[in-house]
């Protein structure tokens, strides 16, 4: 079966950005946003290779994107499932944050 797993740190950008939405909009948005956040993790898992290499971001690493609405999804594969590594802001410095986290 082909799944997903998110990364500590991927797990900690996803709860930043959930509590981000509770604060701002309320628990009705924030749990839209988790719900559509899974359903891409899904989709992603189920169409692995899916997204665009950016060798301009993340040089030669295997790493793929896939953008939700304003959110890069940084995900690997591993074997039949993917590993999500990242979720950013596409107004962040993803060059930098990528470094940083030596993905």
Do not use: C
Not at 30 to 45: K, N
């Amino acid at each position: 079966m082909k799944g997903y797993r998110l990364s500590v740190p991927a797990q900690e950008d996803l709860s930043g950005i959930l509590d981000y939405y509770f604060e701002e909009a309320g628990y009705g948005v924030a749990r839209d946003m988790t719900a559509e956040f899974v359903g891409t993790f899904r989709t992603i898992a189920r169409n692995q290779g899916i997204g665009h290499k950016r060798q301009d971001l993340a040089g030669s690493r295997s790493i793929l994107f896939w953008l939700m609405r304003d959110y890069l999804i940084l995900y690997r594969t591993l074997g039949d499932s993917v590993e999500i590594v990242m979720i950013v802001h596409a107004s962040r410095d993803v060059a930098r944050l990528i470094r940083r986290r030596k993905l």
